[in-house]
């Protein structure tokens, strides 16, 4: 999963982050509404063509408006089934955990849906999602693997960058041999920030 931040100074990033998915999880507070941040994650994940699955969430709030959230969500050419389109709207509430596990069931079906697959037996190609200099490491980038495998000794490029792999890390920071296909890891081997 990656999370971008609603707010409206992270434009560049969202944009990012919908070249990055296979399925955006469009999340909309039912005391909010649609803002400019969710239309403008609309039209970046039609424009990237990755299926959407929204989550109306702060359904627990006594002003929550759930109904209304969704309509709203047809004035940007986003049909939820319930009005007789093809987009899952599932109502939550995230500080309660209310419909989680059918959130993520929804999840599941439209990746199911969407017939996702890559190639693991081939050289990796990805995208770096982030960079930082770590101490004892250097340089260390945030990769996603998107097809192929990567594994410490290979070879990579960011753009005009190139880097031989030392080592590669898990969000744990536990140390990882492969990174296959949807995997994000921490890559350390940069002379320079790629």
């Known amino acids: 999963f990656l999370d971008t931040p609603g707010h409206a100074a992270f434009t560049a990033m969202r944009s990012r982050g919908t070249l990055a998915t296979d399925v955006v999880v469009l999340v909309v507070a039912a005391d909010d509404g649609v803002m400019p941040q969710t239309v403008e994650s609309i039209h970046l994940a039609q424009h990237a063509n990755v299926p959407i699955v929204v989550a109306v969430n702060k359904c627990d709030l006594h002003n929550a408006k759930p109904l209304e959230a969704k309509a709203a ?10 009005f007789g389109g093809d987009v899952v709207g599932v109502e939550i509430s995230a500080l309660k955990g209310t419909n989680v596990a059918e959130l993520q069931e929804a999840i599941l079906v439209t990746a199911e849906l969407a017939d996702l697959r ?6 990796a190609r990805g995208l770096i999602l982030e960079t930082k200099t770590k101490q004892g490491l250097g340089m260390v ?5 998107r097809s192929g495998t990567l594994k410490p000794g290979d070879s990579i490029m960011a753009g005009l960058t190139v880097a031989r792999v030392r080592m590669m890390q898990d969000h744990n920071e536990k140390q ?3 990174a296959t296909p949807s995997m994000p890891v921490q890559i350390v081997g940069w002379k320079a920030q790629p």
Do not use: I, S
Request: proline residues 4%.
């Open 73 to 82: 969500l047809l004035n940007y050419g986003l049909q939820l089934e319930e």
């Open 141 to 145: 980038a945030t990769g996603l693997v």
């Open 118 to 123: 890559a190639k693991v037996d081939a050289p």
């Open 176 to 178: 990882v041999k492969v």
